[in-house]
């Protein structure tokens, strides 16, 4: 159990059944499990509103801001906000926590590095992460309250996309160490520069131990700018990660063979090798190179944690290569729907560019929130796409018409206003064998793709 009856009472200042003992706190009813505390938000629709259904579905208890009829008093926590709840559960994990806390950030790979993360270091104590991407103000509040209490590492990703909002997370989590894996123009329409959205990221060093640690990108042109936020913030301890021979931790080889890869680094001079059973990625394998150097920044051994990140894997939507089929057609299919910037965008088309195939295609969808740039932002990628290699090219969206008029009219080009246009289409598109690359904002809703499939 994550809580007990006593704790609630002392981190809500109310009256609680000391009998009550709850799990994780959810402020959705369907993603209730046996046990789970619900807390009713009031969001989109009052959360008051799912009270019963939590308990139907198993909730051992509620916190609400009324009785709710036909629920027991003995399951109910009745406070005058419960969002203010909310943050006093928070609160109350992270001051009674010994836990080593650790905050990831970046426009590209935070949350795979969270995960990496988990999995290196749960070979050296118990260890939590934030769960899916519960990384603004409402989910990291979740996850903090959810954590048990003797966890020995925990890892929260934090998201943003206006300035100040970093800054209010990190008054939550007050990380130990903080790492930023890189910085690019996503978000842009909410900011008049790159260089300030390097500014909002790196909110993520306030708030900090002076004596923790700031982990960042060796390889980043926006490095220098990084660096002087870091100690601007009073922060002594720098870890840097990268290619370039001056990081820290290097990323010293990267190669792919029959659907294996193997990774070189050099940690503090000292060279592992780490032979993955798949193909990883090189962006992630230098968003390794960050991991190693927030467990390097505690001294641990870095034998367990390459050995333990083997057993990473990609979740779906965010680079998992799965294989699937349509009645007799086979496909192999990178999805990578779940978000789009155009430094994410580029990383995913230089990895389809080392996969050897004959038959590759990309289906990408408009890029978001890139306000007055997303038309010269759309367009650089025209380099990309032909260097990766695509026999076909599927555009889904309005804002990628930049990408259709540079491309080279002799190619295999096809312009969709969006996926529902797309998916009447796909059957004539695709042929047997394709190996496709699905890349796109969340909000062109890609996913849809991958359920016009069934699973090989």
């Known amino acids: 159990m994550i809580w007990t009856g006593k704790q609630l009472q002392e981190a809500l200042k109310v009256e609680v059944n000391h009998d009550l003992q709850a799990g994780i706190i959810q402020f959705n009813s369907k993603d209730i499990t046996k046990d789970d505390l619900f807390i009713a938000i009031a969001g989109k629709t009052d959360g008051h509103n799912y009270v019963k259904d939590a308990i139907i579905r198993g909730a051992s208890c509620v916190i609400v ?24 559960l928070a609160s109350y994990k992270r001051a ?59 890892i929260f990703e934090l998201g943003m996309n206006h300035a100040g909002e970093i800054r209010e997370l990190v008054k939550i989590v007050k990380p130990d160490i903080a790492m930023i894996t890189s910085i690019s123009a996503a978000h842009l329409e909410f900011f008049s520069s790159i260089e300030d959205i390097v500014d909002a990221k790196c909110e993520i060093f306030e708030n900090m131990n002076v004596d923790g640690a700031a982990v960042i990108n060796r390889d980043s042109v926006y490095y220098d700018q ?34 294996k890869t193997r990774v070189q680094y050099s940690i503090n001079n000292t060279k592992i090798v780490i032979d993955m059973p798949y193909i990883l990625p090189v962006h992630q394998a230098e968003n390794f190179a960050g991991c190693f150097a927030v467990l390097s920044s505690l ?3 870095m034998t367990k944690a390459a050995e333990a990140v083997k057993g990473f894997e990609l979740d779906d939507g965010r680079g998992k290569i799965i294989r699937v089929r349509k009645s007799d057609k086979k496909f192999q299919i990178i999805c990578d729907y779940y978000n789009s910037n155009p430094a994410s965008l580029k990383a995913s088309l230089n990895f389809f560019r080392l996969i050897e195939h004959p038959n590759k295609v990309v289906i990408i969808g408009d890029m978001k929130e890139l306000g007055d740039s997303s038309a010269n932002l759309h367009a650089e990628l025209v380099p990309y796409i032909i260097g990766s290699g695509a026999t076909k090219i599927i555009l889904v969206g309005v804002q990628v018409k930049f990408i259709n008029d540079l491309l080279p009219k002799k190619m295999y080009i096809k312009q969709f206003d969006n996926v529902d246009v797309l998916m009447p289409e796909l059957e004539s598109i695709l042929e047997d064998g394709e190996f496709v690359l699905i890349k796109g904002s969340r909000s062109i809703n890609l996913q849809k793709i991958l359920e016009y499939f069934d699973k090989d």
Do not use: W
Request: charged residues 20%; proline residues 2%; hydrophobic residues 40%.
């Open 226 to 259: 990084m660096n002087r936020n870091v100690q601007h913030n009073n922060i002594s301890n720098i870890y840097t990660f990268g290619v370039l021979e001056s990081a820290k931790v290097q990323l010293i080889d990267y190669k792919v063979e029959l659907n």
């Open 65 to 88: 801001e009324k009785p709710i009829d036909g629920i027991s008093p003995e399951q109910t926590i009745i406070v005058t906000n419960t969002k203010l709840a909310l943050d006093q």
């Open 96 to 154: 009674n926590s010994k836990a080593r806390f650790i905050a990831v950030t970046g426009s590209v790979g935070k949350t795979s590095a969270k995960e990496a993360l988990k999995i290196m270091f749960e070979a050296y104590g118990k260890t939590f992460a934030s769960r899916g991407n519960f990384n603004n103000e409402l989910g990291v509040a979740i996850n903090l309250a959810s954590m048990p209490c003797d966890v020995e590492y925990a």
């Open 299 to 301: 001294g641990l051994n």
